[in-house]
C-alpha cells in the first residue's frame, strides 16, 4: 500500500471544466512533487513543493495551478486543458528537497481530456 | 547526449535466470542514485538506493561505478513477479539537488 494518497484515481472532464486533483501524505515529509507521465514514457516533474513552498515550476502552462495547503497535502488545479494533457499524474514526496532522498510516488490519477 | 541513459529493451529472461541492466549517467557530479520499478498502469515503486559501496537486497544487488558514470542492477533467480518497466533515476543535474532524473526505463518480462 502506498503512503502518499491520491484522488481522484480516474478523472475524465472536457476541455471547459475546473477541476482538481489531491495529493496527501502524513510521513512528515517536506517536499512534495507533482509529475506527468505518459504511457511508455518515463515521468516528467512539473512542480516542486519544499517547506509549502513552490520551489521549481517546470514551464508549465498556467491552466496548471498547484497548491500546497499545508505540509500534508498537495493540490493540482486544472483548467481549460488540452486533450494532449490526458496523462497519469503523480504526485510523491520526500523527507526534504535535496537529491539524496528518494521519492515515494502515490498510485496517480488517470486523467483523460475529451 | 541524455543526462540519463538506459537500454529500453525489452529484455525476455526464463524464470530463474539471472538478468543485469546497465545505465549511464552524464554528470560526473551526480551524487545520489536509485533504482525504481514501474508496473503496468502503477506507479514507480522504490527498489533500492545505489551506494558508493554497492548494495544488495535479497536477489537484487545494485553497483555503482563513477568512473565509468553507470550504475547497475542484477536480479538473481528471476521470479515472475519481477516482470516490469525498471527506471534508473540520478539526482539533478542541472538545476541542483531537488530534481530527479529519471531514465527512459528497461522493460523486463520473465518467461516460464
Request: proline share 6%; with cysteine.
Given at each position: 500500500d502506498t503512503e502518499v494518497t491520491q484522488t481522484p484515481k480516474h478523472l475524465v472532464m472536457g476541455m471547459t471544466n475546473k477541476k482538481s486533483?489531491?495529493?496527501?501524505?502524513?510521513?512528515?515529509?517536506?517536499?512534495?512533487y507533482?509529475?506527468?507521465?505518459?504511457?511508455?514514457?518515463p515521468p516528467?516533474?512539473?512542480?516542486?513543493y519544499s517547506y509549502e513552498k513552490l520551489s521549481i515550476n517546470e514551464s508549465v502552462p498556467s491552466r496548471f495551478s498547484?497548491?500546497?495547503?499545508?505540509?500534508s497535502l498537495l493540490n493540482l488545479h486544472l483548467h481549460a486543458l488540452q486533450p494532449e494533457d490526458s496523462a497519469l499524474y503523480l504526485c510523491a514526496s520526500s523527507q526534504v528537497v535535496?537529491?539524496?532522498q528518494p521519492q515515494h510516488f502515490g498510485d496517480g490519477t488517470r486523467l483523460s481530456i475529451l | 547526449?541524455?543526462?540519463?541513459?538506459?537500454?529500453?529493451?525489452?529484455?525476455?529472461?526464463?524464470?530463474?535466470?539471472?538478468?543485469a541492466f546497465n545505465c549511464t549517467y552524464s554528470n560526473s557530479a551526480s551524487q545520489s542514485f536509485f533504482w525504481y520499478r514501474q508496473d503496468c498502469r502503477k506507479e514507480p515503486k522504490l527498489l533500492m538506493s545505489v551506494y558508493s559501496s554497492g548494495n544488495e537486497d535479497g536477489r537484487f544487488t545494485a553497483q555503482l561505478n563513477r568512473a565509468s558514470q553507470y550504475i547497475s542492477l542484477l536480479i538473481r533467480?528471476?521470479?515472475?513477479?519481477?516482470?516490469?518497466?525498471?527506471?534508473?533515476?540520478?539526482n539533478g543535474s542541472?538545476?541542483?539537488?531537488?530534481?530527479?532524473?529519471?531514465?527512459?526505463?528497461?522493460?523486463l518480462t520473465i518467461i516460464p
Open positions: 486533483l489531491k495529493c496527501e501524505q502524513h510521513m512528515g515529509h517536506r517536499a512534495m507533482w509529475y506527468k507521465q505518459k504511457a511508455k514514457k516528467e516533474l512539473m512542480f516542486v498547484p497548491e500546497c495547503p499545508n505540509s535535496t537529491g539524496n | 547526449r541524455k543526462e540519463v541513459e538506459q537500454d529500453p529493451g525489452p529484455f525476455n529472461v526464463p524464470e530463474g535466470a539471472t538478468v533467480d528471476s521470479k515472475l513477479s519481477d516482470s516490469a518497466t525498471y527506471l534508473c533515476v540520478v542541472n538545476f541542483g539537488n531537488e530534481k530527479l532524473t529519471f531514465g527512459t526505463g528497461t522493460r
